[in-house]
């Protein structure tokens, strides 16, 4: 089994992370390709898409505001541990998973769904004022 680690930025592109957002998404059609050719051998080939873990590096980066919007962007309500990805590499590379193979596995607290592509929440807030009060509560949520 070979697994590889990538990132939902693969495919939530993020301003300013250009490269970044390019080399996962050649890390994904890498694991895509490779498990294909591999298969025939026995050989499975997966990867893992961690979103915000609690990492030293993340610690550093992800203060303040940016802490909150990761926060504010993960469904499930925490950032995650390392040893969520540490399961699902076990998974990956155990008998358990013997029949699975180029798959892209997001562990992430629902942080890589795919984001709406377009926050009309202002707009819905100036046409119906009294509605998205009562629906959603008179003060806007954070900025995505």
Not at 30 to 48: D, K, M, S, Y
Not at 137 to 143: A, I, Y
Request: glycine share 8%; aromatic share 6%.
């Amino acid at each position: 089994s070979i697994i590889t680690v990538s990132s939902g930025a693969s495919s939530r592109l993020t301003r300013f992370m250009m490269s970044y957002s390019v080399t996962k998404a050649a890390v994904d059609e890498l694991t895509r390709a490779a498990a294909q050719e591999l298969g025939p051998f026995g050989i499975r080939v997966n990867c893992i898409r961690p979103g915000w873990i609690e990492t030293e590096a993340l610690a550093a980066a992800a203060t303040g505001s940016n802490r909150t919007h990761a926060l504010a962007q993960t469904p499930l309500g925490r950032l995650g541990e390392v040893e969520d990805v540490a399961r699902a590499v076990i998974y990956l590379a155990s008998d358990q998973s013997e029949w699975v193979t180029g798959q892209l596995l997001n562990v992430c607290g629902g942080f890589n769904l795919i984001p709406p592509s377009m926050d009309l929440e202002s707009s819905a807030r100036a046409l119906f004022p009294d509605e998205m009060a009562r629906d959603f509560g008179s003060v806007p949520r954070p900025e995505a």
